[in-house]
C-alpha cells in the first residue's frame, strides 16, 4: 500500500482507497494531468462516444477543474452543444468529492463505486445506470434525481435528501438509510432485500413490485405509499404505523407485522401465511378481504376490521401459528408459556369469528383451543384434569361434535349389550342378543334393576357400571347442549 501526497489517497492493486475522514483534494491537475485528461477527452470524442466515458477522476479538484468553463475555454476539447456538466460514463471510483455541487448533472453509467458524495447536490442529476457500490452519500441532496436502474449495493444514504427521486428497478441490497428523507420516492420493482429502513417516515413513495424480503422498516411511518405486488416475506415490521397505504396482493409471507398501527390501509389478497400478527390493530376503514392465512400465521390478540372477516378463506386455518413454538421449546417452562399464549390467541380468534356470525369456523377453533388446553395440562402433570378433558373430547368434542355424542352412545350400548350377552351364556341368566341389548339400553338410562335383574350376580354389577357410565354420558351431553346453545361460548 502507497500513499500519494499528490492526491492525498491510499493506494492499493492499482485502486485507490479514501480514509475516511479526509477532506477531499480541491488542488488543480498539475499540467502533466491536464494534458492527460485532454488527451482522454479527445480520444472518446474522435471515437463518437460519450466525452468522459471511462475517464479516470481521482479527486474533488480535477473534477471541478474540467467543470470549470475558463479552463474549457483553455483547450480541453468539448463536443459541440454539449452541457458543462454532461459527464455521462465518467470513472469517479473512490473519489472523495464530499460537498460537491452537481444539481442536474447528467451522470448516467458514471462509476461511482466506493466514491465520497457528502453533502453533495445531486438535484436533478440523471443517474440512471450509474454503479455506485458501497458509495457514500450521507447528508447528500437526491431530490428529484433519476437513479432508475443504478447499482446502489451497500451504499450509505445517512440523512440524505430522497423527495421525488426515482429508484425504478435499482438494486439496493444492503443498503442503508437511517434519517433519510424518502418522500414521494419511486422504488418500484426495485431490490431492497435486506436493506434498513428501520425508523423512518415513508410518505407518497411507490414500491409497486419492489423487493423488500428480510428488509427491516420497525418503527417506521408509512403514510400514502404504495407496496402493491411488493415481495416483503420476513421483512420485520414492528410497530409501524401505516395510514392510507396499499398492500394489496403484496407477498408478506413470514414477515413479523407485531403491533402494527394500520389506518385505512389496503390488504386485499395480500399474502400473510407464516406471518406474525400478534397484536395488529386495524380500523374501520383498513380493507383485510381476501387475506392469505395458513397454520403457522401468528393471529394473537389481532383487532380486526370485523367486516371482512367473512370474506377470508378461514377453512386454511386449522390452527394458530403461535403452536408452532409449543413444539419448538426446549424446556418444559417454555412449553407451558408456548400453550398459553397459543390456548389465548385460539380463543380470541373464535371470539371474533362467533361475534361476526362464522359460526362453524369459530366451532372449530374452540375445539383446536380445549385441546391445547389439555396438552397444556399434560405438560403441567395434571393428570386428573388431562384424563377428563381427554374423556369430554371422546365423548362430545367437547360440545362442538354433538355427532360424537350419537356414537358414543350406540358404542357403550352396544359394548355393554354383548357383554350382558356374554355373561348370560356363561352365568346365567340366559339371554337372546336382542334382549341383551335392549337390557343395555334400559341399564344406560338408569332402569336395569327394574328389568328383574337379580343382586349379587356379575350380570347386575354389569348393569350397574353402565347406569354410572350412561349416567356420566348424559351429563356431558346436558353440558354440551347448554354450552352450545344456551350459554352461547
Known amino acids: ?4 501526497q499528490d492526491t492525498n489517497l491510499f493506494w492499493r492493486r492499482g485502486s485507490q482507497m479514501i480514509v475516511h475522514g479526509d477532506p477531499p483534494d480541491r488542488a488543480h491537475p498539475s499540467p502533466e494531468r491536464q494534458d492527460e485528461l485532454r488527451g482522454a477527452l479527445q480520444a472518446n470524442i474522435d471515437n463518437a462516444s460519450p466525452a468522459f466515458a471511462g475517464v479516470r477522476i481521482v479527486t474533488l479538484g480535477e473534477l471541478l477543474w474540467i467543470l470549470d468553463d475558463q479552463h474549457m475555454a483553455g483547450g480541453l476539447p468539448r463536443p459541440a452543444g454539449t452541457s458543462p456538466i454532461t459527464l455521462e460514463g465518467i470513472d469517479l471510483r473512490h473519489a472523495n468529492l464530499s460537498g460537491v455541487r452537481l444539481s442536474g448533472a447528467a451522470l ?8 465520497r458524495l457528502d453533502h453533495a447536490d445531486l438535484t436533478q442529476a440523471d443517474l440512471a445506470g450509474v454503479v455506485a457500490v458501497g458509495a457514500r452519500f450521507p447528508g447528500a441532496i437526491l431530490e428529484g434525481a433519476n437513479c432508475a436502474g443504478a447499482d446502489l449495493r451497500s451504499a450509505d444514504f445517512t440523512r440524505a435528501n430522497m423527495k421525488g427521486a426515482s429508484l425504478i428497478r435499482a438494486d439496493l441490497r444492503g443498503a442503508s438509510f437511517p434519517m433519510a428523507l424518502l418522500a414521494t420516492t419511486n422504488l418500484s420493482e426495485a431490490n431492497c432485500t435486506g436493506v434498513s429502513l428501520k425508523g423512518l417516515q415513508i410518505s407518497g413513495s411507490i414500491l409497486r413490485g419492489s423487493l423488500l424480503n ?9 403514510i400514502d405509499c404504495k407496496f402493491d405486488g411488493a415481495l416483503l416475506a420476513n421483512a420485520d415490521l414492528r410497530g409501524c404505523f401505516a395510514a392510507r397505504a396499499s ?18 390501509v389496503q390488504l386485499t389478497g395480500a399474502n400473510l401465511a407464516g406471518a406474525d400478527l400478534r397484536k395488529l390493530r386495524m380500523d374501520g376503514g383498513t380493507i383485510c378481504s381476501s387475506l392469505v392465512l395458513d397454520n403457522h400465521t401468528k393471529l394473537g390478540d389481532v383487532g380486526w376490521n370485523p367486516h371482512y372477516l367473512g370474506e377470508i378463506d378461514w377453512q386454511a386455518v386449522d390452527r394458530v401459528g403461535e403452536e408452532d413454538d409449543i413444539a419448538q421449546a426446549a424446556t418444559r417452562a417454555t412449553r407451558s408459556q408456548a400453550c398459553r399464549a397459543a390456548i389465548l390467541a385460539t380463543h380470541s ?13 369459530a366451532s372449530r377453533l374452540r375445539l383446536r383451543e380445549q385441546r391445547i388446553q389439555r396438552q397444556w395440562l399434560r405438560v403441567r402433570r395434571l393428570w386428573l384434569p388431562y384424563l377428563g378433558s381427554l374423556v369430554l373430547d371422546l365423548v362430545s368434542g367437547y360440545g362442538e361434535r354433538l355427532g360424537s355424542i350419537i356414537w358414543s352412545y350406540l358404542a357403550f350400548v352396544l359394548g355393554f349389550g354383548l357383554i350382558d350377552f356374554i355373561l348370560g351364556v356363561t352365568v346365567g341368566p340366559s339371554l337372546t342378543l336382542i334382549n341383551a341389548i335392549i337390557l343395555s339400553v334400559v ?8 328389568s328383574g335383574i337379580a343382586l349379587g350376580g356379575p350380570l347386575s354389577v354389569c348393569v350397574a357400571i353402565e347406569s354410572i357410565v350412561g349416567l356420566a354420558i348424559e351429563m356431558i351431553f346436558i353440558a354440551s347442549l347448554c354450552r352450545r346453545f344456551v350459554s352461547g361460548v
Do not use: Q, Y
Open 214 to 222: 428480510d428488509a427491516d422498516l420497525t418503527g417506521s411511518a408509512i
Open 247 to 264: 398492500f394489496a396482493g403484496a407477498d408478506l409471507r413470514g414477515a413479523n407485522l407485531s403491533r402494527l398501527d394500520l389506518s385505512e
Open 349 to 361: 380468534l373464535a371470539v371474533s369469528l362467533k361475534e361476526r356470525g362464522l359460526g362453524p369456523e
Open 1 to 4: 500500500m502507497l500513499f500519494d
Open 443 to 450: 341399564s344406560f338410562h338408569g332402569g336395569g334393576f327394574l
Open 108 to 115: 448516467s453509467r458514471a462509476n461511482l463505486t466506493g466514491a
